[in-house]
């Protein structure tokens, strides 16, 4: 069984609704995190570090990567693995060091970065990464993990590959910036219609929306609104909120 656990699930930045992305997927072998913003310094409430963790970084926008400066919290004692995009090694050096943070290289745990696509990686499961449609170059995120497939699509507009990668999916994690029927932003996020759009035409089984514009969505009653409209689409949303945990 997995456990998932949304540690963040506002975009942009913090506010009474939730803190900025990171979700955690426990395995009984290892853990996955997917994202680091804010809510990554929740991640010692639900882990005893008593397993290897893998940390997938979608994109450098900062709410992706502004709680990174507390990965010193841990004690990831089995190793932490982290998976980002090509060239992104030294952009994540550069930001995990000083007069930032503590440099990578004086955690006190082994911490290993992997740049993809090394699809030669012994990963204790299998991983697919499409680029999405966004304003940085972002990776979506396909995860098979014994019968089970999770899509983490995250900052992106709608497209081929936030389709083609959640396809069959048993969860689809998207991101829900925009507000019902709203196309401000259409070249680079998500309104709930579109996200049921890719949930419906991918076949997937469960969609949560994540990834709350803050400015957008100020309260939990905005997000429930955002469920209804996809659920109109694609009739097994839900809204993903801090604390949220799914079990497949």
Request: aromatic share 10%; glycine share 6%; charged share 20%.
């Amino acid at each position: 069984m997995l456990k998932i656990t949304l540690l963040g699930t506002n975009g942009w930045f913090d506010s009474i609704t939730g803190s900025t992305p990171s979700i955690l997927i426990e395995h009984n072998d290892y853990y996955i995190v997917l994202d680091a913003g804010n809510g990554i310094s929740k991640l010692k409430k639900y882990t005893n570090c008593d397993k290897p963790l893998y940390l997938f970084l979608s994109h450098f926008h900062i709410d992706h990567i502004s709680g990174l400066h507390t990965l010193l919290l841990n004690n990831f004692s089995k190793g932490l693995y982290i998976m980002l995009q090509k060239g992104g090694e030294e952009i994540l050096k550069n930001f995990m060091n000083a007069p930032f943070t503590v440099p990578l290289k004086k955690l006190p745990f082994n911490t290993e970065i992997i740049e993809v696509p090394n699809l030669s990686y012994p990963f204790p499961f299998n991983v697919t990464f499409l680029p999405l449609s966004h304003s940085s170059y972002t990776l979506g995120i396909r995860l098979e993990i014994g019968d089970k497939i999770i899509t983490y699509s995250t900052d992106t507009s709608y497209c081929f590959n936030a389709v083609k990668l959640a396809k069959n999916a048993d969860l689809l994690i998207s991101e829900c910036s925009m507000k019902s029927q709203e196309t401000t932003d259409a070249s680079i996020h998500l309104n709930p219609e579109l996200a049921a759009k890719i949930a419906k035409e991918a076949c997937a089984t469960k969609l949560i929306l994540t990834h709350f514009d803050a400015n957008r969505y100020s309260s939990m009653e905005e997000r429930i609104e955002a469920a209804l409209a996809s659920n109109a689409i694609f009739n097994n949303t839900l809204a993903g909120y801090d604390g949220l945990e799914i079990k497949l």
